[in-house]
Every structure is written in structure tokens, then in C-alpha cells.
T-cell receptor, first 112, second 113 residues
Framework: DGGITQSPKYLFRKEGQNVTLSCEQNLNHDAMYWYRQDPGQGLRLIYYSQIVNDFQKGDIAEGYSVSREKKESFPLTVTSAQKNPTAFYLC???????????FGSGTQLSVL | SQQGEEDPQALSIQEGENATMNCSYKTSINNLQWYRQNSGRGLVHLILIRSNEREKHSGRLRVTLDTSKKSSSLLITASRAADTASYFCATDDRGSTLGRLYFGRGTQLTVWP
């Protein structure tokens, strides 16, 4: 089954802690994305990657970091510098940028 | 920014009625897409319409695009309770080489049995 997998589904962060959200795809897509969604809001782009070993900041990159060492993986680290991390995080991929996005099922991050 | 705006923010109808949602955007585009999101889940792609197309159908979905008005509409015919979800439009930016998509805040559709 081809698709995009996010884990964990729920994650709790303590003050001063970095946490990493996993995103894996087996669709052979070049482009991958991380979005943040707050209640009742649209999606805001955090980071995106058009190709392996390359990524660009989106609209709200501060307090987040990513890596793209493998085509199928695009993990997102929420650092302690992100003061308001509670949100629903969505990972997506597309065959190339600007085309149809395939989304994972999301990770709900909360602060303890 | 290019972010699209959906209208209305919320829509409540009875089963069997048609639901129409609108999206407006700011700059020239290559394509416009509509997505659906059930509560607490990821988004699911519904339909993509390119800038040289005016109308597209997929099952009970009909999408129109008016590039002169920078607007699009999504019509769901004969709605069902299972259509209850948030619907988002997403656009690219023809003037940018980045290829990213811009999402609106969505329309929350509730269909009552």
C-alpha cells in the first residue's frame, strides 16, 4: 500500500525539550512538506523540500528544523525555541511542487 | 500573500441539498485545488483545475474557475451526512518558481440527516 505515514499520532512536549515528528512516504515523491494547523485555521507552511538534501523555509519556520537525507523521509524537529508548539502537524508529499498533495494522518502535539 | 479565502466560513444544510463554497485568491495561478478534511484527520485531495480550464466534474463535485475574477467555486450536489467536513482551496503562484501551495482557512460544512 502506497502512502504517507506520520508518527506518533499524539505527542507531548515538556518545557525546554526538543521533539521530533516522523514522516515517511513510499510514493517515490520528490517533494515533501510540513504544515501546522491551529484550531479553526487553515494550513501554514513550516518547511518544504523539493528534492533530497535540499529544503526551504515556509511562512513559520522559526523554532522548527528539518532534514531530508533520504527521499522517503522528512522528519520535523520542534525545538525549545518554539514557544507555542501546541498544534496539529501535517506532513504531505507530491510528485513535484505545485501538484496534488498526499497527506499523512497528522500528529497532535501538546505541551505538558 | 497568495493565500486563498474560502466563503462562507461555515455552511449548514440538510441532506439532499446542494452545497456551494467559494474561494478567492490574489495572484495569477497555474492551478487551483480543493481538499477535504474530516475532523482530526489529514487532508484528502478532491480535484485540481488548471488555469486554462473553466469547469471540472468528479462524481457529485463540480468545480468552476474564473481567472478574471480570481475565484473558484466548489459545488457538492445531493449532499449526504458523510460530506460533513472542512473544505479547503489551495493555489500555487504563477509568478513564483517555488511551486508551493497556499491554503485558505476553509469552509466547515455540516450536513444534517
Amino acid at each position: 500500500d502506497g502512502g504517507i505515514t506520520q508518527s506518533p499520532k499524539y505527542l507531548f512536549r515538556k518545557e525546554g525539550q526538543n521533539v521530533t515528528l516522523s514522516c515517511e512516504q513510499n510514493l517515490n515523491h520528490d517533494a515533501m512538506y510540513w504544515y501546522r494547523q491551529d484550531p479553526g485555521q487553515g494550513l501554514r507552511l513550516i518547511y518544504y523540500s523539493q528534492i533530497v538534501n535540499d529544503f526551504q523555509k515556509g511562512d513559520i519556520a522559526e523554532g522548527y528544523s528539518v532534514s531530508r537525507e533520504k527521499k522517503e523521509s522528512f522528519p520535523l524537529t520542534v525545538t525549545s525555541a518554539q514557544k507555542n508548539p501546541t498544534a496539529f502537524y501535517l506532513c504531505a508529499s507530491s510528485i513535484f511542487t505545485g501538484e496534488k498533495l498526499f497527506f499523512g494522518s497528522g500528529t497532535q502535539l501538546s505541551v505538558l | 500573500s497568495q493565500q486563498g479565502e474560502e466563503d462562507p466560513q461555515a455552511l449548514s444544510i440538510q441532506e439532499g441539498e446542494n452545497a456551494t463554497m467559494n474561494c478567492s485568491y490574489k495572484t495569477s495561478i497555474n492551478n487551483l485545488q480543493w481538499y477535504r478534511q474530516n475532523s482530526g484527520r489529514g487532508l484528502v485531495h478532491l480535484i485540481l483545475i488548471r488555469s486554462n480550464e473553466r469547469e471540472k466534474h468528479s462524481g457529485r463535485l463540480r468545480v468552476t474557475l474564473d481567472t478574471s475574477k480570481k475565484s473558484s467555486s466548489l459545488l457538492i450536489t445531493a449532499s449526504r451526512a458523510a460530506d460533513t467536513a472542512s473544505y479547503f482551496c489551495a493555489t500555487d503562484d504563477r509568478g513564483s518558481t517555488l511551486g508551493r501551495l497556499y491554503f485558505g482557512r476553509g469552509t466547515q460544512l455540516t450536513v444534517w440527516p
